[in-house]
């Protein structure tokens, strides 16, 4: 009997083969197509469950779809499409039940009424479950935290098929993997996350010619570290990539206050001669969410990302210097500290707590770029990622487990592999940045 039709008997009715719409979904995840030999989409809890024991009474891989956020495509074995978990409920004292399934742009509509917000990702269509189970740098993560700073509860379905409450009270060393540690220990279908007040927010763009790059860091350097909790911003520093798209500094900001408030933290970059634009003015927390761009971008990214300790003028230097790269090169500050820095280092997987900003650069090479194209442009990248601590999980599309060695510190990696080893010693989920159990 083939897989595809043993899983059929198994989960009747949830299981699809290729030529069917909801395996061409199912296989699509965010770094694009696989060729699975079947999709189970399951609409419960039991379903979910028994979908895993088949599959593992199969011996065949299991991938996790989880809003199209979250594993590798699957070149063999089943994936397991959460599309139908997507129910979000708000409850008693901003606590908000999420489908692991959902979009973070549903999320922010569905908390809009009640004047609430989730720091969570950047986009409309972004995944809920994998980019909670990866930390979740949202909007507002100097005011609130991470996403996994806000987590309560998990429901997770094991690699035995037990459904499992996940809290802090109830297995509180997997509550603590789960919040940081990826999909490494089962599928999650549901989190209890706490929401907090967003009314009152004020934002905009700012955006800024080429003429002085090291003013406008050093600049926003200086705001963020002096900037009360409230300010969340993130610059970005595009090269020219179409006439629509001008090269320079940009500066996305939000504010949970007035606009004369923002105008007044913002006056020293206001007052730089090198702006070109400003647009400020109240705004809605679900309007700072944008749409992803569709399609993947023509380009074969040479870069990383990674937690900045200290932004120092040493720092910002190489970062002007990497901008100066013969390839057309764009780097992003995301402003942490505030509440993303109160919580401790060890309480979460996500262990550089003491980050001042998420750093990330890549260089645009033509597709078809070789190695050695890529390793030429590498020394004025490696020298700015080299003064942050390591990798952001959710960002980084390397993979391996030298990778897995530099986003989590020795102390936390040993720990999660840990709790690996007690709720997956069979190693049954292996997702993108995959944690082995200790053996």
Excluded at 218 to 224: A, E, G, K, P, V
Excluded at 226 to 246: G, K, R
Excluded at 371 to 395: K, V
Aim: proline residues 7%.
């Amino acid at each position: 009997m083939s897989i595809l039709s043993d899983l059929s008997e198994r989960v009747p009715g949830r299981t699809f083969g290729p030529g069917s719409t909801e395996y061409d979904d199912g296989r699509t995840v965010f770094y694009g197509p696989g060729e699975p030999e079947a999709v189970i989409r399951p609409s419960t809890v039991d379903e979910l469950a028994a979908a895993v024991r088949a599959a593992v009474d199969a011996n065949v891989p299991i991938s996790v779809r989880s809003g199209g956020h979250g594993s590798l495509p699957a070149t063999d074995g089943v994936v397991i499409d959460l599309a139908e978990f997507n129910a979000i409920e708000v409850g008693d004292d901003g606590l908000v039940t999420v489908g692991a399934g959902a979009h973070w742009g549903d999320v922010a509509a569905a908390l809009a009424p009640h004047g609430l917000g989730i720091t969570s990702g950047d986009t409309l269509d972004v995944g809920v479950g994998g980019l909670a189970l990866g930390g979740g740098i949202g909007w507002l993560v100097r005011t609130h935290g991470l996403t996994v700073d806000l987590m309560r509860e998990i429901e997770l379905v094991t690699a035995t098929g037990e459904v499992l409450t996940v809290n802090a009270e109830s297995h509180p060393d997997l509550f603590w993997a789960l919040r940081g540690g990826g999909g490494n220990f089962g599928i999650a279908t549901r989190f209890i996350l706490q929401a907090a007040p967003v009314d009152g927010i004020v934002g905009g763009h700012l955006q800024f010619d080429q003429s002085d790059v090291g003013a406008v860091l050093r600049t926003w350097r200086d705001i963020t570290v002096a900037s009360p909790d409230e300010l969340n911003s993130t610059l970005l520093v595009m090269p020219q990539l179409m006439a629509e798209m001008p090269a320079g500094p940009q500066l996305a900001v939000a504010l949970r206050g007035t606009e004369e408030e923002l105008r007044r933290v913002l006056d020293p970059l206001l007052s730089l001669p090198s702006v070109t634009e400003v647009k400020l003015g109240p705004v809605a927390y679900g309007e700072l969410l944008e749409a992803a761009p569709p399609g993947r971008p023509p380009f074969r990214f040479v870069g990383g990302n990674g937690f900045a300790p200290d932004l120092s003028d040493e720092f910002l230097a190489a970062c002007e210097r990497a901008l100066g790269t013969a390839a057309p090169t764009m780097l992003m500050l995301r402003a942490l500290g505030g509440a993303f820095s109160r919580v401790a280092a060890d309480a979460t997987p996500i262990a550089f707590r003491d980050a001042q900003a998420l750093f990330v650069v890549n260089t645009l090479l033509p597709a078809d770029a070789t190695d050695a194209d890529a390793a030429a442009i590498r020394p004025a990248l490696d020298e700015a990622l080299g003064f942050t601590s390591g990798p952001y999980a959710n960002f980084t599309q390397e993979f391996g487990d030298d990778v897995t060695a530099t986003i989590y510190p020795p102390s936390t990696l040993e720990r999660l592999r840990r709790v690996k080893s007690e709720v997956d010693p069979g190693d049954v989920f292996r997702p993108a940045h995959h944690i082995a159990p200790t053996r």
